[in-house]
Nanobody
Framework: QVQLVESGGGLVQAGGSLRLSCAAS????????MGWFRQAPRKEREFVAA????????YYADSVKGRFNISRDNAKNTLSLQMNSLKPEDTAVYYC?????????????????WGQGTQVTVSS
């Protein structure tokens, strides 16, 4: 089992940047593919980005491609999401998640553990 705690959310103006972090504890972090999801009010939780166990492969939702960057540091048990050129439509609660599947996953049903979420608000 792994415990996940997100941090780094906040309020930022459109065009600004934020860096989210997810600290993992418990079983070996490097044995999990990781992902970021987000959920806006009255909307379903949606995929944002995913990264393989080693960090060698990444995948992004079209809505964030070219603006967001997912990375991980297996030595520090940390997952990050660098968010640039933020837009008001990026406003949501952002969750990190861990998957026991061997490859990166884009569907939330493939993830086994979730953090509590961190709020990101982008003002226009």
């Amino acid at each position: 089992q792994v415990q996940l705690v997100e941090s780094g959310g906040g309020l930022v103006q459109a065009g600004g940047s934020l860096r989210l972090s997810c600290a993992a504890s418990g079983r070996t972090f490097s044995s999990y593919a990781m992902g970021w999801f987000r959920q806006a009010p009255r909307k379903e939780r949606e995929f944002v980005a995913a990264i393989s166990r080693s960090g060698g492969s990444t995948y992004y939702a079209d809505s964030v491609k070219g603006r967001f960057n997912i990375s991980r540091d297996n030595a520090k048990n940390t997952l990050s999401l660098q968010m640039n050129s933020l837009k008001p439509e990026d406003t949501a609660v952002y969750y990190c998640a861990a998957s026991r599947f061997p490859y990166l996953q884009t569907h939330r049903d493939k993830y086994d553990y979730w953090g509590q979420g961190t709020q990101v608000t982008v003002s226009s």
